[in-house]
């Protein structure tokens, strides 16, 4: 029997100047954010903001595996719009890592 593929996580760090901190909010909540969540293969998409410490902005997606980052839907996905466009100028730091879950099956919930 084949077991299936390890989950994976998509997590993306940001941060921006202050005076565009409401711009790149309303961008993450209503384009960004809503967009990933509807897409195939991901499981969930949640935001953080830092209490303390730097960057100052966490984004993770849980996905069915990694390889739902190589898929049509989510590559067509990935082209910009005018308003991701401008968001890419503001951001003082962005760095995006991708995980593969190696959680032992035993203790998976």
Do not use: C
């Amino acid at each position: 029997m084949d077991l299936p593929k390890p989950r994976g996580l998509l997590v993306v760090m940001n941060d921006v100047p202050e005076e565009h901190e409401d711009e790149f909010n309303r961008w993450y909540n209503e384009e960004h954010l809503p967009e990933r969540a509807a897409a195939p293969g991901f499981l969930s998409a949640r935001r953080f903001i830092a209490i303390e410490g730097a960057p100052r902005y966490l984004a993770m997606y849980e996905l069915d595996n990694v390889d739902v980052l190589n898929t049509e839907p989510y590559l067509t996905m990935n082209q910009t719009t005018p308003w991701t466009t401008r968001i890419r100028t503001l951001r003082s730091f962005h760095a995006r890592n991708i995980y593969e879950e190696i959680t032992p099956l035993h203790l998976q919930g």
